[in-house]
């Protein structure tokens, strides 16, 4: 993430690539197709429905291209809860850095969410999270690193210990592919904290393309072995010259998710993983 500006409701904000609208858009367009299974647990014994942002950001950006100002993630989330009748009954919200956390909290206070700052690093709040949260409810996290090597394992184990969750993940295509010599010929490699093992599992006497679906596979079968299966309908999102930027998919418990997740990613050829 860049530097922090000043944003146009008087707290810090960023900027952004108008690409992050794109995601934007499937996290409420899932959010919304899963508003019903979420108000059956808000209304049920264990009242309890719960958001979570490892990576939230300020709260709110700049569109570079534009100009337009428009939510983050953690914000948009709670506005289209509450517009689908099913508001979350918590939202957990962290990031590294202090001043974009505490702008997103307060950001999500003055819209009246009841949020809840996990400070640290995102493996500390996913940690920390898993042990604030209801145990019986139904939980849904954001995972939007900015890099690959962020999106470290040890977060997903984390927030799979919990019976109910659903998580829309952020994987970056243009690190991985950018990157891939760096990462494979390295002492410290992105791939360590991404997928632990690889070093000793992935044959590397391949060509680049086939190296990176290797190293990719091999992250998805380390994620259903945490009993989250991820998804095969995959969207790409694309920058402005059409360079590609990374995918997001859901991981799961329970198939409804995926089912959900089927109808807000509107599958087409660009979902596929290696287009």
């Given at each position: ?40 647990f808000l209304k049920g014994p264990s009242k309890s429905a719960t958001f979570i942002d490892n990576f ?150 391949h060509s680049q393309q086939e190296t990176r679906r290797l190293v990719v596979e091999f992250w998805r ?55």
């Amino acid at each position: 993430m860049g530097p922090l500006i000043d944003g146009d409701d008087g707290l810090p904000a960023t900027e952004v690539g108008e690409w992050s609208k794109q995601k934007h858009e499937f996290l409420r367009r899932y959010l919304h197709v899963s508003s019903a299974a979420r108000k059956k647990f808000l209304k049920g014994p264990s009242k309890s429905a719960t958001f979570i942002d490892n990576f939230c950001g300020p709260g709110r950006a700049r569109v570079r291209e534009t100009g337009e100002w428009i939510d983050g993630s953690a914000v948009a989330a709670w506005k289209i809860s509450q517009e689908g009748g099913a508001a979350f009954s918590e939202m957990f919200v962290a990031d590294i850095d202090d001043a974009s956390r505490a702008a997103t909290t307060e950001r999500l206070k003055r819209l009246g969410a009841p949020v809840q700052e996990l400070r640290g690093s995102a493996v500390d709040a996913a940690a920390a999270a898993v042990q604030k949260v209801n145990p019986h409810g139904l939980h849904f996290a954001f995972i939007d690193p900015f890099s690959l090597g962020a999106l470290d394992f040890q977060i997903l184990q984390s927030l799979a210990s919990l019976k109910r969750i659903d998580m829309l993940i952020h994987v970056s295509k243009m690190d991985h592919q950018r990157n891939l010599g760096i990462n494979i010929t390295s002492e410290e490699s992105a791939f360590d904290n991404f997928v632990p093992g690889w070093r000793d599992n992935i044959n590397l006497n391949h060509s680049q393309q086939e190296t990176r679906r290797l190293v990719v596979e091999f992250w998805r079968e380390k994620v259903a072995e945490l009993g989250i299966g991820p998804s095969t309908e995959m969207r790409l999102i694309k920058g402005s010259w059409n360079q590609h930027l990374y995918w997001l998919l859901l991981a799961a418990k329970h198939k409804l998710a995926h089912k959900f997740w089927k109808v807000a990613a509107d599958t087409d050829p660009q979902g596929k993983l290696f287009d």
